[in-house]
């Protein structure tokens, strides 16, 4: 369980991480993520168990949809993407991460927990992946592998991402059929503002 406190001090500017559940050490409470990144060196000590030694830290999250439509019954194309980037001080390397779907509507983007691949930096010893879920609650769950000594970790925490959108639609007043001006019938962008998304993952050591 979170402590209230902790609650009280991420819940109005962060997304609220929903898996608390540690593989190892103390609570949570121990290991109040920082407020900004400090990528380093993999820590020394591979139990993860001191204050402030686990965090995951999604910077930059972002998410923008477009669907055109070329005529009224025509949807031309319709795409949305999710990217952030990792920050993981337990790896103590970065990753990109960079979700695209396509569908038909708004409602079609990230409907489905599909699986994403993130871009490690060179030199990385692992891998981090993701996965977003639009509905109900804009769940963001992140995995990543790492080295320390001579073992192999997994790390995965979630978040619900709190998002504020925003939608600019632009529809071509002089659309006429067919569509003899050339101009697509309709624009519609969903554009959400950057959001920074600390998470203290469970870790388990896999080998
Ligand atoms: C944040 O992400 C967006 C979308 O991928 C990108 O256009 C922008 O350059 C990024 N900003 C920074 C500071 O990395
Ligand atoms: C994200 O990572 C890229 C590549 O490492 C970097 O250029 C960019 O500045 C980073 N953006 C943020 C917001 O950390
Ligand atoms: C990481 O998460 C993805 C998506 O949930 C899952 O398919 C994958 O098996 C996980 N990787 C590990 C090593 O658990
Ligand atoms: C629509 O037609 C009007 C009058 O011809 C023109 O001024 C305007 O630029 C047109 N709008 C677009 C989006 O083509």
């Known amino acids: 369980m979170l402590s209230p406190l902790f609650l009280l001090l991420l819940a109005p500017i962060f997304a609220h991480p929903t898996d608390t559940n540690n ?51 025509h949807l031309a194309v319709a795409w949305a993407q999710l990217t952030f980037n990792l920050t993981n001080n337990a790896a103590g390397y970065n990753a990109v991460c960079k979700g695209q779907v396509s569908g038909s509507n708004e409602g079609d983007f990230f409907s489905w927990p599909q699986v994403f691949q993130c871009e490690e930096d060179a030199g990385a010893d692992g891998d981090a992946m993701f996965t977003y879920v639009a509905y ?31 939608i600019d639609e632009w529809v071509n007043p002089n659309f006429t059929w067919p569509n003899n001006g050339g101009l697509d019938y309709s624009h519609r962008t969903t554009t959400c503002d950057p959001v920074d998304v600390p998470m203290i993952p469970a870790i388990v050591k896999t080998d």
Do not use: M, Q
């Open 136 to 166: 109900p609650d804009h769940k963001v769950s992140v995995n990543e592998t790492w080295v320390c000594g001579k073992h192999h970790y997994l790390g995965y925490a979630s978040a619900s991402l709190n998002l504020n959108c925003k």
């Open 23 to 73: 593989a190892c050490g103390p609570g949570p409470e121990h290991h109040r993520p920082p407020h900004k990144p400090h990528p380093r060196p993999p820590h020394e000590d591979c139990s993860y168990s001191a204050p402030g030694s686990r965090y995951f830290y999604l910077s930059n999250v972002t998410y923008y949809s477009s669907i055109t439509y070329s005529t009224p019954a």
